[in-house]
């Protein structure tokens, strides 16, 4: 529906299948072009005009914006559907994955035999409660959950769903993050050529083929807690033609020798993770760099305005994003410095994509925050 490209280890939906997830998808750029702008207007129209007639100031800060907002019957409306909306789009790809699951699992194991990558999982990895406590984005069994032997179902689902909740815009293989981070470096650090490099928190390697991409010659890990989505990054990369070695790891320590990489990634991966988490992967990060290697995470947008700040926050609030609410304002550079980081060694940046943010069907400022770091 989206061009977004099909790929051996996708289910196949029926035609039904296809109807229903092409009708989510609409749905969602419906409510994220058309509806949530209503927002906006109702509260520059409304909402503000009426808490700076009772106090005589505008909301001073997203949580004053939050107990206004939450009660206009406009927000509640478009609220409602968007969460509905994000209900429906999982329903729509687990039925095909499910109904397909014993086909791709064996498939899975067929391309691991003959696999260039390595796949290493460890069972007894301890998942972070981060992860445990809810199930983020509300898909069931979040990235870890094992429902049966071998299982690539979290992996599949999310390929699939992930394409539908940016409507497309991730494009069509879901790499937007990757080739945002990499146009970074070519900016910013042209000639850059890492030799190894990982990607912590890789999910199903959509932004790791980026680099493997980009840079032929290096050495390319993925790391993520989550068992079923590696074992289908492993999978799906091997299908794509292109070698990264995955493994199950923690990136709060991982078993990686120090100063072992040039380049060290994150791609919308911190906001995921908690409070006491942040600064040590942080510091893992600059534990594992060489001298001169750099670190670089690419987070979600901030918003500017305390109503910017508000609706960014819908996911925290509606969609088990929990701690990706303190990120709206969270000094990254601090986080850095508490992991180990100097100060004269990190910065951030705001970069806007080059991509064509309307196909995102977004209609708020949008910038990435990046934060980098430069062990030396
Ligand atoms: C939003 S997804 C990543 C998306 C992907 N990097 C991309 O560019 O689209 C976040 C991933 O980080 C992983 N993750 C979160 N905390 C982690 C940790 N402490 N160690 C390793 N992986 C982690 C999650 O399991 C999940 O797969």
């Avoid at 906006?40 to 106090?55: D, G, I, L, N, R």
């Avoid at 067929?110 to 301890?126: H, Q």
């Avoid at 010659?217 to 079923?228: F, L, Q, S, T, Y």
Wanted: proline share 5%; net charge neutral.
């Amino acid at each position: 529906m989206n061009g977004f490209n099909h790929h051996a280890m996708l289910p196949d939906p029926t035609h039904d299948e296809q109807s229903r997830q092409d009708f989510v998808g609409a749905l969602r750029g419906h409510l994220s072009s058309r509806l949530m702008p209503g927002a906006y207007k109702v509260y520059a129209s409304k909402v503000e005009p009426a808490f700076k007639a009772k106090h005589g100031r505008a909301p001073a800060d997203q949580e004053e914006v939050r107990k206004v907002m939450t009660q206009d019957p406009f927000y509640q409306f478009w609220s409602a559907m968007q969460r509905r909306s994000q209900e429906m789009l999982w329903e729509s790809v687990i039925d095909p994955t499910e109904r397909q699951l014993p086909d791709l699992i064996g498939k899975a194991r067929k391309i691991g035999r003959k696999a260039r990558g390595k796949l290493r999982l460890d069972p007894k990895l301890e998942i972070p409660r981060y992860h445990r406590a809810a199930d983020i984005h509300l898909q069931p069994g979040g990235y870890h959950t094992d429902f049966t032997a071998d299982d690539i179902a979290a992996g599949a689902v999310y390929d699939k769903g992930i394409n539908l909740y940016m409507g497309g815009g991730l494009g069509p293989e879901n790499d937007l993050t990757g080739n945002t981070l990499l146009a970074y470096v070519r900016e910013k650090h042209p000639g850059f050529e890492p030799k190894r490099i990982l990607d912590i928190g890789c999910a199903i390697g959509n932004s790791t083929l980026v680099w493997a991409r980009a840079f032929p010659k290096a050495e390319v890990h993925g790391i993520d807690v989550g068992a079923p989505v590696l074992r289908y990054a492993h999978a799906r990369a091997e299908t794509l033609g292109v070698k990264v070695d995955f493994s199950q790891q923690n990136a709060e320590h991982t078993d990686f020798a120090d100063g072992s990489f040039d380049l060290v990634l994150s791609h919308i991966t911190l906001h995921e993770t908690s409070r006491s988490a942040l600064p040590r992967i942080l510091g893992e990060c600059r534990r594992l760099l060489r001298k001169g290697g750099m670190t670089l995470h690419l987070e979600i947008p901030r918003g500017r305005t305390a109503m910017e700040k508000f609706m960014h926050n819908w996911e925290a609030y509606n969609n088990n994003e929990t701690f990706s609410r303190f990120m709206t304002d969270i000094d990254l550079i601090a986080e850095a410095v508490r992991g180990g980081f100097a100060k004269s060694e990190v910065k951030t940046a705001d970069f806007v994509p080059q991509l064509d943010v309307a196909q995102m069907n977004y209609t708020e400022y949008f910038a990435w925050k990046i934060l980098e770091g430069v062990r030396r």
